[in-house]
């Protein structure tokens, strides 16, 4: 499975942004997009995670801000981010969790897009 982001960008403090996620492959399904982000210094650190079923969770640090959502269809998952705040300026990447049958047996793995640049400016 291959994972790509997009939308990143320079935005107005207060502004919004979408970001995309599209994964592509081999993978039967699809169980799981997880958005993070590496601010400069810090660690990288979950943002927004939306499972098969469609739940969705948020870091208390964006929750009310950010809507994480999926087009099954499209294999894409998106973050919309509005009342952005310096502190969003971060590398954000995202993760897909899967499963691929190898053999008749089913095998688990994780794949990273190679992250999207968003800075928020004054």
């Known amino acids: 499975v291959q994972v790509a982001e997009s939308g990143g960008g320079l935005v107005q403090l207060g502004g919004s942004l979408r970001l995309s996620c599209a994964a592509s492959?081999?993978?039967?399904?699809?169980?799981?997009i997880e958005w993070y982000r590496r601010a400069p210094g810090k660690e990288r650190d979950l943002v927004a995670k939306i499972i098969r079923s469609g739940s969705t969770t948020y870091a208390d640090s964006v929750k009310g801000r950010f809507t994480v959502s999926r087009d099954i269809a499209k294999n894409t998952a998106y973050l919309q981010m509005s009342s952005l705040n310096l502190d969003d300026t971060a590398v954000y990447y995202c993760?897909?969790?899967?499963?691929?049958?190898?053999?008749?047996?089913?095998?688990?793995?994780?794949?990273w897009g190679q992250g999207t640049l968003v800075t928020v400016s004054t």
């Open positions: 492959g081999s993978a039967s399904s699809i169980n799981a």
């Open positions: 993760a897909a969790d899967y499963t691929e049958w190898i053999d008749g047996a089913p095998v688990v793995g994780r794949s």
